[in-house]
């Protein structure tokens, strides 16, 4: 584990899947993170790569061969080599190699690089393209953050403050893809309370907003986070079921259609990396 600390920040990162596992307040001691109660769900912050969401069949083509992968991809369960360049950041990567080959025929090299700055933690997934032929993949986060943050108080004492208003469809999800429509969800609205039944048909998914930053906060209390995803053009939102927690999914990639024809250059949401170049995207959460 791989601890980095700044202010009054105190992050706590695993090599394995280059997962954020802790993000403390010193002052007032909060948790934000979600810890992993595998009661409800193990995990605290996967980073999802080469793909995001489920593959129809969990299995895809490219050059007119076929290859299966699970959802969300492997980088998550994957040891990532570690380097701490200071107190307060790190950097995590994953190399292509024999066991990635073989499902997934791209060489890469995956950074995530975590910094905590002002009060925030900022966290970048790099992508670079080492070969001669183009790079397809998609990225993105997955973190999970305490729901009540403040003991004694209940999840429906919190809410989603979205940057701006919006009116926008859910995106309605069947066996982990994307359905052909949607269902109402804001109408040019900014608050969406949090309720545990929003997450019993399993994830929120929304597409292209207007928002660049969502605010997490207590209606009962003055603490939260605001997270900005700029640059991602896909929001996942999602609990467990009747789980104490939230997910706010920053995406550049989204699951499969129900109607996607498998081949991997056509599916929604695909980055297309040139030959020895790379790319970049940044999300960031401040802590208040």
């Not at 990162?13 to 997962?19: C, D, Q």
């Not at 009060?119 to 393209?129: D, F, K, R, S």
């Not at 804001?186 to 998914?205: E, G, M």
């Not at 929304?206 to 603490?223: C, E, I």
Request: glycine share 8%; charged share 15%; with cysteine.
């Amino acid at each position: 584990m791989i601890t980095l600390h700044h202010h009054h920040l105190i992050a706590q990162i695993n090599p394995k899947g280059a997962e954020l596992q802790s993000l403390k307040h010193i002052g007032t001691g909060l948790e934000y993170m979600w810890q992993g109660n595998a009661a409800y769900w193990g995990k605290h912050s996967p980073v999802l790569f080469p793909i995001v969401g489920t593959l129809r069949n969990d299995t895809y083509s490219y050059n007119s061969k076929s290859y299966q992968m699970g959802r969300h991809g492997f980088a998550r369960d994957m040891v990532f080599e570690a380097a701490q360049h200071d107190e307060a950041s790190a950097t995590f990567t994953l190399t292509s190699n024999e066991t990635t080959l073989a499902v997934y025929p791209f060489a890469f090299i995956f950074k995530v690089h975590y910094k905590l700055k002002d009060g925030q933690i900022h966290v970048t997934y790099e992508v670079e393209n080492p070969a001669d032929n183009a790079l397809l993949f998609s990225v993105g986060g997955h973190p999970a953050f305490n729901v009540p943050l403040v003991p004694g108080t209940t999840y429906t004492d919190h809410e989603l403050v979205f940057e701006k208003p919006e009116t926008a469809g859910r995106w309605l999800l069947k066996d982990g893809l994307i359905d052909v429509e949607t269902t109402p969800l804001l109408n040019n609205q900014q608050t969406l309370a949090l309720t545990p039944s929003l997450f019993h048909n399993d994830a929120i998914v929304l597409k292209h907003l207007q928002s660049q930053k969502v605010t997490l906060k207590g209606t009962t209390h003055p603490h939260g986070l605001t997270f900005d995803f700029t640059g991602f053009p896909y929001l996942g939102i999602w609990a467990a079921k009747d789980a104490p927690f939230v997910c706010i999914e920053p995406w550049c990639g989204i699951a499969d259609s129900v109607l996607h024809n498998g081949i991997l250059s056509n599916k929604e949401g695909m980055e297309t990396l040139l030959p020895h170049s790379n790319w970049q995207r940044t999300w960031s959460v401040t802590c208040f």
